[in-house]
Structures are given as structure tokens and as C-alpha cells.
């Protein structure tokens, strides 16, 4: 069982809320992932960190941020949450053992969130 | 860029038969791997199989394996003797290049029928 926890699991809360949900890994990974998953689960990447104090924009826009101050956790922030939020995030995190070496990504169980 | 292309949204197989899960994708980098996550209606997402690139052999898991054909930039998955647990979302995934992004394609949702 992976070592990756995502807090919380549900979400509902109103517009206009900031939230930040929690993705923690005891794994020792560099590198950390966030995902936005539509009610169709297609899987879009809206953040990604390959270490402390680096994260970059993933392929869709997202008005959320996120930090990296240490290695263990990569919290996401929407500072005003709209209806147009909603949506399952999931967090993952892998190593990069370097020289063709991978390892593969472990995911979280996802938050649930739903801004009303 | 990277992108990954699943083109079959949903398919459905019989208990104990075979089914394969199509998967193409496109990268400019030479060193890259290859997976394919599944996703059980209890939404947590795990590693079925993975391939790295620069190996020619076809990865094999248990009743998973994955026909990898680099020329082509195909990644098929192979289910054998399929159970009504393998009920799930199945992603095709690459990753490569000094970033490591995860790229997912859209995903095949597969029924195994009794």
C-alpha cells in the first residue's frame, strides 16, 4: 500500500471559500503531481513539483496553487473557490532514481470537492 | 510534449476471456516509460504494468502484459483470463524527459461481464 494520504477525502463548501487540501507522502519522493479528474475521469495535470521550492504549471489551467517547502508535502490552494471547482483532485508522488531508473507514481485516494 | 491517446472510451469482455486496451502515444524523448494505471470504482488509482522504453522485451504481469511496439509508439494491454474484479477505468501513461511529467491518456473503462 502506498505511503501517499490526501486529506480530506470530501469537500463541500461554499463560494467564495479559500481551501487548501493536503497531499503528504512518507516515501521520500521529489516528485509530486496534482490532478484534476472530470466527472467523465479523464485525468488533466494542474501542478507538478520535481523537488523543494520547484513546482510549474501543469498542461491545464488551473486557478489553484500549490507549495513545496518540504520534500513530504505539496498542499493545493484555491483562495476563492467557485462552482466551476468541483471536480476529484488526486495527488501522486514518484522517485527518479536517475540513469533509466523510474520508479512508477503512487496515488493518493483523492478529494472530493464541491463548491455550491 | 507528450501526449497519450486512448481511443476506445469503453469495452466490455466476458469472465475468463481476453481482452486488449489500445494505447498510442507521442514523445520527442528517447528515455521514457511506459504504464498503465487502473482505476476500481473505489477511485484509487494502481499500477498495473510498466515498460521502459529502451527495453525490447514485453513486460509481463501475472495475467497482464502489454504488446510494446516502439516504431509505432503503440502500447497495448493485454488482459487474460479476465475476473469481474478487472472491472475498472484503465489509463495509459507515459513519462519522460528531465521533468518527469506524468502524462494520462483519456482512459477505457472496461466491464467484465459474469
Known amino acids: 500500500e502506498a505511503d501517499i494520504y490526501q486529506t480530506p477525502r470530501y469537500l463541500v463548501i461554499g463560494t467564495g471559500k479559500k481551501i487548501t487540501l493536503e497531499c503528504s507522502q512518507t516515501?521520500?519522493?521529489?516528485?509530486m503531481y496534482w490532478y484534476q479528474q472530470d466527472p467523465g475521469m479523464e485525468l488533466h495535470l494542474i501542478h507538478y513539483?520535481?523537488?523543494?521550492?520547484?513546482?510549474e504549471k501543469g498542461d491545464l489551467s488551473s486557478e489553484s496553487t500549490v507549495s513545496r517547502i518540504r520534500t513530504e508535502h505539496f498542499p493545493l490552494t484555491l483562495e476563492s473557490a467557485r462552482p466551476s471547482h468541483t471536480s476529484q483532485y488526486l495527488c501522486?508522488?514518484?522517485?527518479?532514481?536517475?540513469?533509466?531508473?523510474?520508479?512508477?507514481?503512487?496515488f493518493g485516494q483523492g478529494t472530493r470537492l464541491t463548491v455550491v | 510534449a507528450q501526449t497519450v491517446t486512448q481511443s476506445q472510451p469503453e469495452m466490455s469482455v466476458q469472465e475468463a476471456e481476453t481482452v486488449t486496451l489500445s494505447c498510442t502515444y507521442d514523445t520527442s524523448e528517447n528515455n521514457y516509460y511506459l504504464f498503465w494505471y487502473k482505476q476500481p470504482p473505489s477511485r484509487q488509482m494502481i499500477l498495473v504494468i510498466r515498460q521502459e522504453a529502451y527495453k525490447q522485451q514485453n513486460a509481463t504481469e501475472n495475467r497482464f502484459s502489454v504488446n510494446f511496439q516502439k516504431a509505432a509508439k503503440s502500447f497495448s494491454l493485454k488482459i487474460s483470463d479476465s475476473q469481474l474484479g478487472d472491472t475498472a477505468m484503465y489509463f495509459c501513461?507515459?513519462?519522460?524527459?528531465?521533468?518527469?511529467?506524468?502524462?494520462f491518456g483519456t482512459g477505457t473503462l472496461l466491464a467484465v461481464q459474469p
Open positions: 501513461a507515459a513519462r519522460g524527459g528531465a521533468t518527469n511529467k506524468l502524462i
Open positions: 513539483s520535481y523537488g523543494v521550492n520547484s513546482t
Open positions: 516515501m521520500g519522493h521529489d516528485k
Open positions: 501522486a508522488s514518484s522517485e527518479y532514481i536517475g540513469d533509466r531508473k523510474s520508479t512508477e507514481a503512487f
